[in-house]
């Protein structure tokens, strides 16, 4: 009895250090747990920024791996466009030249082409023959025969108002038809002279229609004359124009004259000289028999003279022979293009001063010089040469321009035929111009490289 006592003492006093233990325990394990808990919470929301971080990435690593590609189709799409436009610079390149051709064809037939109505030779005949017009007019003016009404008209039963009536619509319709014609002959020019025609006749159609419930006209011979004062005007115009042009060549060809004698007055006093310095040379080589190099100075001597004596011969019969002299055949690709020569004639004992001319500032590059022909009938060859290509000539109305659209080839054979012992060279030095071509090329080639390169940093 008494041990169970104790031992129920033993157990009531234990009990509280039991329950102690127990939620001393239980305390410990529940923060374990919650530290447990919140060490979890952090570890999910440092993977999660972790994972945030590494998708961004790598969505950034596809954005780029995206752009690349875009890249690399612009470099493939540019590679192709290249390649077409070189094709299509080839075909553009072919068009140019038949467009060339046609071209002023095309224009003029939009123009009209006018046909010259008078053979007047000089230009003071124009300017009489326009006088003579103008007199005619103001005399059919004068006698009231400009315009025409088949009736007389009486306004109010009276022929005097009536008459009044009419010759102010007379001056009325003649001040306007006159002022329209002073206008188109005023304004006539060689891309408009069939304009102005139309536009005379236009007048008088329109003045005709208002005066139609008069019965009122203009006489078809006032008309005629006005339409034959613009032609005058028109083709006296151009008849100065082409008496300029002619007075130009005629000074030219003054000057040539003039330095073919210079040129022979130096070939013969060149010759002159020649002559005294051989003399002296014999004469010193009679005194000294046995001296070579006296012998060999009169050898040289005698073949400078022999130089000097021919060339004072041609010049003297370039100077007397008014048909002798060079024709010259040359190209400028880089001024005109490549199918593109000119065929012309120069009496100049260096004849490629004249050459050099052509070439002056003028155009932008230089000529080459494909043939160089001296004939004694040099006007002949070359109206042979011109006739050969006169319907491929570019300039079809100012004849001393004597360009040609015809390939090399064409004009080789035609030389061939017409002067065969002339030579002919069909290569195009055409220095300047492919130099300049060089450096355009050059220069594209450079920019598309930076392109090329710049355009993948920008990105």
């Not at 040469?385 to 004597?402: P, T, W, Y």
Request: charged content about 35%; hydrophobic content about 40%.
């Amino acid at each position: 009895m008494d041990a169970i006592i104790v031992y129920a003492v033993i157990c009531a006093g234990a009990a509280p250090i039991f329950l102690a233990l127990w939620i001393f325990q239980w305390r410990r394990r529940r923060q374990v747990e919650d530290d447990a808990r919140m060490a979890k919470d952090r570890s999910d929301r440092a993977v999660g920024e972790i994972r945030e971080r590494y998708s961004s990435i790598i969505s950034e690593e596809d954005e780029v791996k995206r752009l690349q590609g875009e890249v690399e189709g612009l470099k493939t799409d540019v590679r192709n466009l290249r390649a077409a436009y070189a094709e299509k610079r080839a075909i553009f390149d072919r068009l140019e030249k038949q467009v060339a051709i046609y071209d002023e064809r095309l224009s003029f037939a939009e123009l009209g082409v006018y046909e010259p109505h008078f053979e007047f030779s000089d230009g003071e005949a124009y300017k009489r023959a326009i006088l003579t017009a103008r007199e005619q007019q103001k005399l059919m003016v004068k006698n009231k025969t400009a315009t025409y009404c088949p009736r007389e008209w009486s306004v109010d039963g009276s022929v005097a108002k009536g008459r009044t009536m009419m010759n102010r619509q007379v001056r009325l319709s003649m001040r306007a038809f006159n002022n329209e014609c002073e206008a188109a002959i005023a304004n006539v020019r060689w891309n408009n002279i069939n304009a102005m025609e139309k536009r005379i006749l236009s007048a008088e159609t329109a003045i005709n229609r208002e005066n139609e419930s008069m019965e009122l006209t203009l006489d078809h011979r006032y008309v005629e004359l006005k339409l034959k004062e613009l032609r005058l005007t028109h083709e006296w115009r151009e008849k100065q124009k082409a008496e300029k042009e002619e007075r130009a060549e005629l000074a030219r060809a003054e000057r040539e004259e003039k330095k073919l004698q210079a040129d022979a007055e130096r070939a013969e006093r060149e010759e002159q000289k020649y002559q005294a310095l051989l003399a002296k040379a014999r004469r010193e080589a009679e005194m000294d028999v046995g001296n070579d190099k006296l012998r060999a100075r009169v050898a040289a001597l005698e073949s400078s003279l022999a130089e000097a004596h021919a060339a004072s011969e041609r010049a003297r019969a370039m100077a007397e022979l008014t048909t002798s002299g060079y024709v010259y055949i040359i190209s400028n690709a880089g001024s005109f293009g490549e199918d593109v020569v000119k065929i012309g004639l120069t009496r100049r004992l260096d004849p490629d001063d004249r050459v050099r001319e052509l070439g002056d500032a003028s155009v932008p590059f230089t000529f080459d010089t494909h043939a160089m022909i001296y004939s004694e009938t040099a006007p002949a060859l070359e109206a042979a040469l011109h006739r050969e290509f006169a319907d491929r000539r570019i300039n079809g109305v100012n004849m001393r321009k004597e360009f040609f659209r015809v390939t090399l080839d064409e004009v080789e054979r035609a030389v061939s035929r017409l002067a065969p012992d002339a030579n002919f060279f069909k290569d195009r030095e055409a220095q300047e111009w492919q130099e300049t071509l060089a450096r355009r090329n050059e220069f594209l080639r450079q920019q598309q490289a930076a392109w090329q390169y710049a355009l993948p940093s920008e990105i």
